[in-house]
Every structure is written in structure tokens, then in C-alpha cells.
């Protein structure tokens, strides 16, 4: 029986609290061409057979979703788009407000590779033990950054410091204008600085065809790692796109 759309989207228990976000070399590929930047989208409606919270896309197609949790110096930012561009691959970054406080013109170096830009909460704390009003502005405050920026709060909305996010999280985001909260099936953990085999060995044991996988910008052991990953990806026929690509 073939594997439909619904089935490979699942929902996990909300309110299920899991730790993998971080509190505070081979040749790759032929390198392909930058991409155009993509012009600003309007806010995002809800996309069907998607769940409130997503883990992964479908495992019928062969490409994956590199996500990375936007904060970090700008070098080391800078370092991980490019190779990911010369890699041939365009991947999410969920940025942090204060991160584009401190580093406005990250956002548009982001979009201007073909990659995609996401919100990630505006100073990182635990979204999840927060009361409503605190837990609003987060959202609230890290899409008005993106808006002034880029004209797009982007589509993506990840909590801060937990996979799985409370019901509270998920509905704050759905009225701001996230209708779906995006996790991930794949935790590298390269925020607790393994080394780039860790992470790289990470990735080629865990991901398959439909992974979300978190990853971090900010950490040089990722940065030392992503051109192997994606030589890796390459071998296995697999394809790093974002994560609109991945689940259209």
C-alpha cells in the first residue's frame, strides 16, 4: 500500500518536552549557482495534512531539511551558508531576535543565498515555562524584527530550548501567524561542541529521506562538519532544500 502524505507526517503528544536546543572534511559537491533571493511572502495560512507540530516531511521523496538555530558570530554564520551554497544545497535558519539586533544584515545575506529565514524566539529562553504574556512577546517581538527586515515574518516558527513545545506555544504561534511549529526528528547536538565527526556522524546515521535536522549556527565543530555532510547527503542520492521545499 502506497505511503500517503498524512502518514508520514505525524503528530507527536503535545506537551512532550525534549531537550536538543542549545541554551545561550571531505570535498563537498560541484558547486552550483547562488539561487535569486526570494521575494517576501505574505503571512503564512495553514498548509493541509500538515500537523500542528512537524517532525519531518515525507520519506518518499529523496531531500531533507538542514535547520539551523540562527545565533553565532557573523564569520561563523557566513562560513555555514557558504558552504552550504557550494554544496548545492539551501537550508532554514531560525533566527534568534536578538541575534538580528546585534547582526541586522545577516537577514538578508540569509535570503540572499536562497535559503530561508524562520523565527526562533527573541532571546532564546524556555518559551515552554513561560506565561502567556511573556511567552507571546517572544514570538510577537522576533517577527517584527523579521518583518522590518525582510518583509516576511517568514513560515516557520521553532520554540526555544525544547523540540516539542507545550499547547500554549502552539496556539500563541498559530495567532501570531505560525500555523504550524517546526521541530525535527534529527538532534545532532552539535551545541554541546562534540567535534565535526560527531556531528557529521550524526546526520549520516540519522537522517533519511524527510528529516528535519537541527543544527546549530555559532559552533565551529558545525561549521567544520557541514562540507562532509553534504558530500555524505550527495553519496546517498539525498538533497538538502528548505523546509517549504520540503513540505510542499
Not at 29 to 35: G, I, L
Request: hydrophobic share 40%; glycine share 10%; with cysteine.
Amino acid at each position: 500500500m502506497p505511503i500517503t502524505r498524512r502518514t508520514v507526517l505525524q503528530l507527536s503528544a503535545t506537551g512532550a518536552l525534549l531537550t536538543g536546543c542549545s541554551p545561550a572534511g571531505e570535498n563537498a559537491p560541484a558547486a552550483a549557482a547562488r539561487p535569486a533571493a526570494p521575494s517576501p511572502s505574505p503571512t503564512p495560512t495553514p498548509t493541509p495534512n500538515l500537523p500542528d507540530q512537524i517532525e519531518h516531511g515525507p520519506r518518499t521523496r529523496p531531500q531533507l531539511a538542514l535547520t539551523f538555530h540562527g545565533q553565532g558570530t557573523p564569520a561563523e554564520a557566513e562560513a555555514v551558508l557558504a558552504a552550504a551554497e557550494k554544496g548545492g544545497a539551501r537550508v532554514t535558519v531560525l533566527a534568534v531576535g536578538s541575534w538580528l539586533d546585534a547582526h541586522p544584515q545577516l537577514a538578508a545575506r540569509v535570503l540572499g543565498g536562497g535559503h530561508e529565514l524562520g523565527n526562533h524566539t527573541q532571546t532564546h529562553g524556555d518559551i515552554g515555562a513561560m506565561d502567556e504574556a511573556a511567552a507571546s512577546a517572544e514570538i510577537t517581538e522576533c517577527a517584527a524584527r523579521l518583518r522590518r527586515l525582510t518583509g516576511s515574518q517568514g513560515r516557520w516558527f521553532r520554540p526555544s530550548q525544547a523540540r516539542l513545545t507545550t499547547p500554549q506555544v502552539v496556539a500563541l504561534a498559530r495567532r501570531a501567524g505560525y500555523p504550524h511549529v517546526l521541530s525535527y526528528d534529527v538532534d545532532t547536538l552539535d551545541y554541546t561542541d562534540p567535534g565535526p565527526a560527531a556531528v557529521r556522524a550524526a546526520v549520516a546515521g540519522q537522517a533519511g529521506p524527510g528529516s528535519v535536522v537541527s543544527l546549530h549556527l555559532g559552533h565551529a565543530g558545525t561549521v567544520a562538519a557541514l562540507p562532509g555532510i553534504l558530500a555524505d547527503l550527495h553519496r546517498r542520492g539525498l538533497r538538502a532544500v528548505t523546509t517549504s521545499e520540503l513540505l510542499t
